[in-house]
Each structure stands twice: as C-alpha cells, then as structure tokens.
C-alpha cells in the first residue's frame, strides 16, 4: 500500500526560520510542500520519511533565503495492481460503486467489475448480490476489493486552443459549464490520481460477508 | 526508487513524528504551514488503526516471517499477509496467485494458523 520514493528537490528556507535547525526547518518545508498532494506517476505523497543529502546553502540576489538541493524519500500511497485494500463505500450509482478510504476517495468499482449476479436497485440506490441470499452493498458498509488499474490526469493548466478540442478539460471554466449545460453525468474535474478496482473474487466484497 | 513499507512501518514512523512534534512543542511553529501534514496524518492513524498493523510489533513480525519463509513466497504476497492477516483460507485465495497449485490444503492451513498466531487480528471486535 505504501512505498518509499526518493525525490531531489530544491528547499527555499526563509530567513524566519533560520532559527531552527537545518533538519528541522528542512523538514517542515518539505512536508508543507508534499503532504497530502498527488505527484503524476508517483502517487499520494503522505510525509516525510528521512532526509539522504543536503547540500550547501545558496542565498540568491535580492532574496534572503537560502535554497538548499536536498534529496529526501517520502511515504507515498500508491497500492500496487492486484493489491487487496478495505475501504468503505461512499455512494452507489448505476455505473459502479464509489469507495473511500480515510485519506483517499477517488476509488471507483464499475460496474462491470462487480460480482456476477449483481443488480442496482434504483429504488434503494444501492447494488445487491443476487445469490442464494440478497446481499446488499449499502453505503458505509467495509468493502475489500482489488486494484486493476491507477490513473493518473494531468493537471497542468491547458493553453486556449486546447479548450474546444478537448472533452474532459481540467482548467478552463467555460468548457465546464458548457458540460453542465448539456447535463450529462461526466464529472467534469477528473482527480489527479483515481483507481479502477474490481470486487470480484473469493474474499472480496464486504468484510462481513467473509469473517 | 521505490521501497515498500508494510501498513505497521508507516504508524511507526507517524507515532515517532508526533513524539517529535511534542518534544518541540514549545518551539514556535507556524501553523498553517503543517496543515496539511496534520490533515493527512489524523486521516492516515484513524484508517491504520482499524488494521491488523495496529496490534503487531516488531518481534510478532520478525517470527512471522521467518516462519512464512518455508513457503515461496513474493516479496509483495508477504507484505500484503502482514497488511491484511487473512482470517481463513478463501481470503488466501484473493492475496496468493495459484494458491491451489502452489500449496497443498495443509500448507494453506498452516499459513492461516501462523497469521492468527503472530497477526492476531484481536481488532475485530473493535470494528462491529
């Protein structure tokens, strides 16, 4: 679930904070910048794990802080494919089923990857498990499931000439609205980083039905 | 690049920074700058403390492993026996690839006995 990235990086220190060690001050900055944000192709970057190298302080022209070339690991979330998690359901619709965990939510069961026999139910909004015994996947209920696949969406800001050519902008506004006038139920904002998972398998669905 | 961690190495490392945090307490920090650290770390004790990790420790760990280390195992099987300390046979199944073909129904047995023994997943009482 979790790995060890190494990342280089340049650590621009205030003067304000000269006062505290360079560890410390390091460290700060650096957990400022990366907790909890998604960085493309590595994953969610949760903290710091341990500082590697430090180099030299250097002060630029007509700024007094020190920038500091520091290679440091984090702790990163990034389940690998195949991997098993527990999270709890969030909402059901009739394309799938949306999963959170405590410190990430975009996980999305569709429905193709759900159990065989299984039906949404519109009146209950809820999907269930047609066996010998109705089981219900109802919201908030522990669900165990497998990762297929991670994607990840660039969020760099597109140029003008991008907006009309492309369906799922990021950034531009009037694009956005133009979705929400045609009122489809694309989201518009893809997050940076999502997982494809599938509950299909022997183990998988919810806790209870296993234990 | 990349090393992987078990769920126990990550709330280990999250107690010792809020230990440092407290040693340091009285040193002026500015607050909204670790807002973020905060967030995540609340969010990540909250969800890693409804896991087997929360109940393991190192000497647990290091019998399991050594015992687990008659079977071929991979690298990333062990790991994911550690993080989800499956309570029966077909959980094995979901974790191991091939599970029948690799291992006889005893073998399997014994695998689930040694992650109740060292894993015990005592938590789950907590959780209904």
């Known amino acids: 679930m979790f790995v060890l990235s190494k990342f280089s990086d340049l650590v621009r220190i205030e003067p304000s904070k000269f006062s505290k060690s360079t560890e410390e001050a390091l460290e700060d900055e650096i957990n400022a910048k990366y907790a909890n944000k998604v960085v493309q192709d590595v994953g969610l970057c949760l903290c710091l794990f341990d500082i590697l190298e430090v180099g030299d302080g250097l002060i630029r022209h007509g700024d007094g802080s020190a920038y500091i070339n520091t290679v440091f690991r984090l702790i990163v979330f990034r389940p690998f494919v195949g991997e098993v998690l527990v999270g709890w359901i969030s909402s059901c619709s009739e394309e799938g089923i949306r999963v959170r965990m405590d410190f990430f939510d975009d996980i999305f069961i569709p429905k193709e990857n759900l159990f065989e026999g299984c039906i949404f139910v519109p009146s209950e909004q809820a999907w269930v498990w047609r066996t010998e015994h109705d089981l219900y996947l109802d919201t908030n209920e522990k669900i165990r499931f497998k990762v297929e696949q991670e994607i990840f969406t660039d969020q760099s800001p597109q140029g003008p000439k991008n907006i009309l050519a492309e369906e799922g902008n990021n950034g531009d506004e009037n694009a956005q609205q133009q979705m929400l006038l045609q009122g489809g139920s694309v989201q518009n904002i893809a997050p940076p980083y999502s997982l494809v998972v599938s509950c299909q398998t022997y183990g998988m669905g919810l806790v209870t039905w296993w234990d | ?128």
């Not at chain 2, 078990?6 to 909204?32: M, T």
């Not at chain 2, 091939?98 to 109740?116: A, K, W």
């Open chain 2, 1 to 128: 690049r990349d090393k992987l961690l078990s769920n126990y190495e990550v709330l280990e490392h999250i107690h010792d920074i809020k230990r440092r945090q407290k040693r340091s307490a009285s040193k002026h920090r500015s607050i909204q700058r670790t807002e973020n650290l905060e967030t995540i770390l609340l969010e990540l004790q909250g969800y890693l403390k409804g896991t087997p990790a929360a109940k393991q420790t190192p000497e647990n760990i290091r019998k399991f492993l050594q015992e687990i280390s008659a079977y071929e195992l991979e690298k990333a099987e062990k790991l994911q026996l550690l993080n989800v300390a499956p309570g029966s046979e077909a959980a094995l199944h979901s974790l191991i690839e091939e599970c029948d073909q690799r291992f006889t129904g005893e073998e399997r047995q014994h695998m689930v006995t040694l992650v109740s023994q060292f894993l015990k997943p005592e938590i789950q009482s907590q959780q209904t």
